[in-house]
């Protein structure tokens, strides 16, 4: 359902029973760096830590075991059997077991950023924010050799190291003690990547590439046929050409000439703007890949004459639209237009549909509608193999909700307000009249004949089909989802969290207990008398009354969850940087998290410097922490043994407002508590 994507990156691991699986898609995402021995190769992904192949990139699987996702790995070197991957979060990560296993390998590098990673044997080389850091011990120790903002990429050539960042190229001789600046000619063109081919030097700009003959001591531009003047971000070289990415919507280009002449060979890599924007490219074999901004990674065999996407089980994209009709998943990618999946999300094909951000999805009979960010209406009757615009009437094309019934079509916009089509959107009309401008309609529901609409200035009905709006008692806040069970209707606000109003808005309750960090509630969705709610960074959670929400997150790594829905016997969340996920309703409807919640009874609440958990039914051990208001870990886990009371000391805390998190068995229960 509806969603606001605000990126705030905060997870706590949980312990896995009954959970969410995670599907194989959809395929893509952004991908910062690739790096490969043979057909096995690493792709550093944004926030989805690194994915493997082990067919040169027709096969992708997850490699994150002792990774901190979400995580960005903007660069991996391999030495040998050690595969180094630097993360943006400032660390060093190592593996000697082919990506099955990670540890942290930067004890001694205190910075806030690394930018790359780098291998020349036995020593290994990172930049960060504060300089040029040296290991010769597989990361156990690291001595800092330069001060300087520092690159993404090292090109070592025999003892020579060449970086190119902080708008220079550099030169060192002598494993990184000293450093000799090589950048007559570059003056104003920031260089930020080099290789070295044919015995040139080669350097990708802001202006373009540029090439020295003479070892560094000078530099030339070598930019035509829309190459001059563009962000090159990546350069490789195979089978005699130089192939040049950039990432502002131009591409690939090649030259056959050492760089005198360009062309764009771009043939199956431009469908989005944003595939088009390439971050890295890898050669491997005969192959060159190239990793994007959202389209994950594409591959060419033919020296860039074609490419295809070269993604299968590389499910880093962000999922920001959800819905199931007739067995098939469609979900809408950020960036990356609608994919569906036939076999419960184990594959995934993305549609013909031409739009970056597919921000809602409804169905009607064979009807299938899809509604855009900034492109309108689009309809497909054929499973979504092909997709007409349907925009005639529609003046404001950013769609954020859908609303189907019966023949009956209703669209919220941002800005426009809600439009209305009764002939399977071939036209449309506004339906505005009461509502509070500016229009923006980021949610609908409908009750009998009651329509309820949520703006920026909360809740709004309409009795008569829309035509015209009241205002309820929810009166200010923005409205970023609606859902209906019985005659209660439930609001997510935006920075309020979620209300409950059981007599048509007349009077509404604010409904948060339970819900950490409910200021980011996002998202809703029904089965039966059965409510659940995502809240970014803390997943998805689940009430049966509406006053107690209990987490229902087991096995949902990625807790960074934007949007959710039930469809068929599941229900599905998804994640930044982590695609489509999904769990049995069964596992979750009537179940123990929500029914066991009044055996855990705490007190004094407010409490001091003690506080008790009575559990007059438990009889496992339990598993219990202590929980900030915004989720973080005030107290780690501790485990108690099985026991009618538990007695904790919570004296080290200051004062205020904390969520305890108690596990027992199958039972998962959050109660709220105040410390004086």
């Known amino acids: 359902m509806k969603r606001f994507i605000l990126f705030l990156i905060l997870t706590f691991s949980i312990e896995t029973h009954a959970q969410w699986m995670q599907t194989r898609g959809p395929y893509g ?11 096995t190769i690493f792709a550093g992904c944004y926030g989805g830590g690194i994915f493997r192949s082990v067919d040169n990139g027709v096969n992708w699987v997850a490699v994150n075991n002792g990774l901190p996702l979400p995580l960005d790995v903007v660069s991996i070197a391999i030495s040998g059997n050690n595969i180094f991957a630097a993360g943006f979060n ?8 082919n990506g099955g296993n990670w540890t942290s390998a930067s004890s001694s590098i205190v910075t806030q950023h690394i930018y790359g990673i780098g291998a020349n ?9 504060d300089g040029i850091f040296l290991s010769t011990d597989t990361g156990v120790s690291w001595t800092k050799l330069l ?4 690159p993404q990429q090292f090109l070592f050539n025999g003892s020579d190291i060449f970086i190119a960042s902080g708008g220079i190229v550099q030169l060192s001789s002598d494993t ?3 450093w000799t600046s090589v950048s007559n000619g570059l003056a104003n063109t920031s260089p930020n990547n080099i290789i070295m081919d044919g015995g040139n030097l080669f350097v990708g700009t802001t202006k373009g590439v540029y090439i020295s003959t003479n070892y560094g001591l000078s530099w030339t531009p070598r930019s035509t046929g829309g190459l001059a003047n563009r962000h090159v971000t990546s350069i490789v070289a195979k089978n005699g050409n130089l192939f040049a990415a950039t990432d502002d919507g131009a591409g690939v280009f090649r030259s056959g000439d050492s760089g005198s002449t360009w062309t764009p060979v771009n043939s199956g890599l431009v469908h989005f703007v944003n ?14 890949l190239a990793g994007t901004i959202s389209g994950g990674v594409f591959k060419s065999t033919d020296d860039g004459n074609t490419w295809a996407r070269s993604n299968s089980g590389l499910a880093n994209s962000i999922v920001i639209s959800i819905g199931e009709h ?24 993305q549609t013909s549909l031409l739009m970056t951000h597919v921000t809602e999805i409804a169905f009607s009979g064979n009807n299938i509608f899809a509604g855009g960010d900034v492109t309108g209406m689009a309809l497909s009757t054929d499973n979504g193999n092909t997709w007409t615009a349907i925009n005639n009437g529609l003046t404001n094309p950013q769609i954020r909700t859908l609303l189907v019934n019966g023949t009956d079509i209703y669209a919220g916009t941002n800005g426009g307000g809600l439009f209305f089509s009764s002939d399977t959107g071939k036209s449309w009309a506004p339906l505005n009249n009461g509502l509070t401008s500016p229009n923006y309609v980021g949610a609908l529901v409908m009750n009998g004949n009651i329509m309820y609409a949520g703006t920026a200035y909360g809740v709004f009905l309409s009795t008569n089909n829309g035509n015209f709006w009241t205002q309820t008692n929810l009166k200010s806040g923005t409205v970023s989802d609606l859902a209906i069970v019985g005659h209660t209707i439930f609001a997510c606000i935006y920075n309020s969290g979620i209300y409950l109003s059981s007599d048509t808005g007349k009077s509404w309750t604010l409904t948060n207990t339970g819900l950490l960090n409910y200021r980011y509630a996002n998202s809703l969705a029904t089965s039966g008398n059965d409510v659940f709610a995502s809240v970014e960074a803390h997943g998805v959670y689940h009430t049966t009354n509406g006053t107690n929400w209990e987490s229902i997150n087991d096995g949902l790594d990625d807790s960074l969850t934007y949007t959710i829905e039930t469809g068929g016997s599941e229900i599905f969340a998804g994640n930044y940087r982590s695609g489509l996920w999904k769990r049995p309703l069964s596992q979750v409807v009537g179940s123990k998290e929500i029914k066991k919640e009044n055996d855990f009874v705490i007190y004094p609440n407010p409490a001091g410097n003690r506080l008790t958990i009575c559990t007059p039914s438990h009889n496992q051990p339990a598993l219990v922490s202590v929980l900030t208001m915004m989720g973080q870990t005030a107290l780690p886990a501790t485990s108690f043994p099985a026991g009618n ?29 105040i410390k004086e």
Not at 29 to 39: D, Q, S, Y
């Open 29 to 39: 995402g952004e991908i910062f760096c690739l790096a490969g021995n043979g057909t």
């Open 121 to 129: 044997g036995t020593n290994i080389f990172a930049s960060t924010q």
């Open 645 to 673: 009371n538990i007695t904790m000391d919570i004296s080290m805390l200051p004062a205020g407002i904390y969520f305890l998190r108690i596990k027992a068995g199958d039972d998962r229960v959050i109660k709220k508590f």
């Open 275 to 288: 595939t088009s924007m390439v971050h890295t490219l890898w050669v491997s074999g005969n192959d060159i």
């Open 326 to 349: 007739a067995g098939i998943i469609y979900a809408g990618a950020s960036n990356d237009g609608l994919w569906k999946s036939t076999d419960g999300g184990n594959t995934w094909e």
């Open 90 to 97: 400032g660390k060093v990560y190592l593996s000697n077991n």
């Open 147 to 150: 001060s300087f903002y520092a």
């Open 176 to 178: 990184g003690k000293t």
